[in-house]
């Protein structure tokens, strides 16, 4: 049987359009159920309180549930493995950051492959670290601290949140660049390190900015220097590592990502939303407040991140011999 030639061009132009439709669709109508955002570690730690501002902000743009789930351990793997080993539907989301970029190369036996199995979705922000001392500790600037350390080597105590962390890499990036030997001192958490840097158990520490910030202020500690590229808005008397110590740089970023094949359509409009976010004076306050900046861009931008931080954390690792615990 013939078509008509009016029939038969309505149905050839539908079928061309099929594969259009199938790619545009799931950008139109996701998310139609609660979705899962991932957090590797405790909840009211740092990167918990970055999921949940991020999360309620995407719940009322988008109109379904963003759930903050934390599946603390291992330095986030746990956390990681969950999402790697989710159906890529964008259902189930992880909050990325310096952990994941540090754990490829301090774990040797991991059950995925991080920038294979995870896609970059959107940058968030890049918090700063600040270097702190017990009020006690003789050196007042980072050139005093380093002479202190050089005329008394294995004497100074760095204290960190735990082997492998963003504040145990930063000390010994800046042990390796500014040549000072300091006995590392493991915590288990950024409190414990913090009570015993005002107790003067130990002497030093590179710390998150949100927990160094209250006890700055007070002078129970005192900090010598951010360790960003550049200065911050809330501490803008005091300098950076870099200024003394040339092209030292450290902080911790967080994003999102999504399991590896989730639909190009999906990703892209959570990077919109998320991009969005970014822009809004009440969000970024909060951000700013914790010692963060935006750190936007395309999921492109955001890989380039992950890639970059990974390979100079890898170097850090491997000169400083640093294992799990």
Do not use: C
């Not at 909840?43 to 918990?48: F, Y």
């Not at 968030?124 to 008394?152: C, D, G, Q, W």
């Amino acid at each position: 049987m013939r078509l008509p030639r009016r029939t038969f061009l309505l149905l050839t132009a539908g079928i061309a359009a099929l594969p259009v439709i199938s790619r545009v669709a799931p950008a139109q109508t996701y998310p139609t159920r609660p979705v899962r955002l991932i957090v590797g570690f405790t909840p009211g730690s740092a990167p918990d309180i970055v999921a949940r501002l991020m999360g309620q902000w995407l719940s009322e743009r988008l109109g379904q549930q963003f759930l903050v789930e934390n599946r603390g351990g291992a330095g986030g793997n746990i956390g990681t493995e969950v999402v790697v080993r989710a159906p890529p539907d964008g259902y189930t989301l992880l909050l990325v950051g310096a952990p994941n970029a540090i754990n490829t190369t301090l774990y040797d036996k991991l059950s995925f492959n991080f920038l294979r199995d995870i896609a970059p979705v959107a940058g968030i922000t890049r918090e700063r670290l600040v270097m702190v001392v017990h009020p006690s500790f003789p050196a007042k600037t980072v050139p005093e601290f380093i002479a202190y350390a050089k005329a008394n080597p294995r004497k100074v105590t760095m204290a960190s949140a735990g082997n492998g962390s963003s504040t145990h890499v930063s000390g010994e990036l800046f042990k390796m660049m500014a040549g000072v030997d300091m006995i590392h001192v493991p915590y288990r958490g950024g409190g414990q390190v913090m009570t015993d840097l005002i107790a003067g158990q130990v002497q030093v520490s590179f710390m998150g900015l949100s927990v160094a910030m209250e006890h700055i202020r007070s002078g129970k500690v005192r900090a010598l220097a951010v360790t960003t590229a550049t200065g911050s808005d809330v501490l803008a008397d005091i300098p950076t590592v870099g200024d003394f110590v040339p092209g030292y740089e450290a902080s911790a970023f967080w994003g999102v990502g999504a399991p590896r094949n989730t639909p190009a359509e999906v990703i892209d409009k959570l990077n919109k939303e998320i991009n969005a976010s970014l822009s809004d004076p009440k969000l970024m306050k909060h951000l700013v407040e914790g010692g963060g900046t935006v750190l936007a861009g395309s999921p492109a931008d955001f890989g380039k991140v992950i890639g970059d931080e990974t390979e100079k954390w890898a170097k850090v690792i491997k000169f400083a011999g640093i294992r799990p615990e």
